[in-house]
């Protein structure tokens, strides 16, 4: 019989680092750039974040604590997703540094502000991909019994979307040729991946294409 580790979060794991989100992943790294009312820039990545709804496109990411991001994105209503590349991991782990209120992100990793085309926040110009979104909602998340989180989760529809031309084929967008980062457990566990990796698999009376 297989042995299972057990334990209830409410009461601490016991292991040397949670392994709720590194069982939860590897997960897509929400790299979002916002401005504040003053329009100046941020760039921080979040590593709880995917997309929740094809039509309209809503994407989301979730911050531990009221950071510059969430105020940012609450007073503007807009924001930018930047895909996370292997070639950029390092620049976005240094957009992660805690700096002082109005230091701008893209200066101290390197990064070029391309203006967004539908909103004010600006792309990263390096990454290949980029959602322009605007802000559809936005809670305080709270505990079973009701009790309110020092967590925020942000919501925002997708009005317009980059893509580096060279990561079409036939029109169909290629994955793995991106290279995307995904974050994983423990203290800085990430993870890339490539077309060995892949596999399809098609729903129940699905047609399959041709």
């Given at each position: 019989?297989?042995?299972?580790?057990?334990?209830?979060?409410?009461?601490?794991?016991?292991?040397?680092?949670?392994?709720?989100?590194?069982?939860?992943?590897?997960?897509?790294?929400?790299?979002?750039?916002?401005?504040?009312?003053?329009?100046?820039?941020?760039?921080?990545?979040?590593?709880?974040?995917?997309?929740?709804?094809?039509?309209?496109?809503?994407?989301?990411?979730?911050?531990?604590?009221?950071?510059?991001?969430?105020?940012n994105i609450i007073a503007t209503g807009h924001f930018v997703?930047?895909?996370?590349?292997?070639?950029?991991?390092?620049?976005?782990?240094?957009?992660?540094?805690?700096?002082?209120?109005?230091?701008?992100?893209?200066?101290?990793?390197?990064?070029?502000?391309?203006?967004?085309?539908?909103?004010?926040?600006p792309l990263v110009a390096e990454s290949p991909v980029n959602?322009?979104?605007?802000?559809?909602?936005?809670?305080?998340?709270?505990?079973?019994?009701?009790?309110?989180v020092d967590t925020w989760l942000v919501l925002g529809e997708?009005?317009?979307?980059?893509?580096?031309?060279?990561?079409?084929?036939?029109?169909?967008?290629?994955?793995?040729?991106?290279?995307?980062?995904?974050?994983?457990?423990?203290?800085?566990?990430?993870?890339?991946?490539?077309?060995?990796?892949?596999?399809?698999?098609?729903?129940?009376?699905?047609?399959?294409?041709?």
């Amino acid at each position: 019989m297989t042995r299972r580790y057990y334990y209830e979060p409410a009461k601490g794991h016991g292991l040397p680092h949670d392994p709720l989100n590194a069982i939860i992943g590897p997960r897509p790294i929400g790299w979002i750039s916002s401005v504040d009312p003053l329009g100046r820039n941020n760039l921080a990545p979040y590593s709880f974040f995917n997309c929740f709804n094809y039509r309209p496109p809503i994407i989301g990411f979730s911050s531990n604590g009221w950071k510059d991001s969430v105020s940012n994105i609450i007073a503007t209503g807009h924001f930018v997703w930047n895909l996370t590349t292997r070639d950029l991991a390092e620049k976005m782990n240094e957009t992660s540094a805690a700096l002082p209120h109005g230091e701008d992100e893209f200066i101290r990793a390197g990064l070029t502000p391309l203006p967004g085309t539908r909103v004010p926040s600006p792309l990263v110009a390096e990454s290949p991909v980029n959602f322009e979104c605007r802000l559809s909602q936005h809670l305080q998340l709270t505990s079973a019994a009701g009790e309110p989180v020092d967590t925020w989760l942000v919501l925002g529809e997708v009005v317009a979307v980059h893509i580096d031309e060279s990561l079409l084929e036939n029109g169909i967008y290629q994955t793995a040729k991106a290279r995307p980062v995904l974050r994983a457990g423990g203290a800085g566990a990430y993870y890339s991946i490539d077309e060995s990796q892949r596999f399809d698999l098609l729903r129940p009376g699905a047609r399959r294409p041709g």
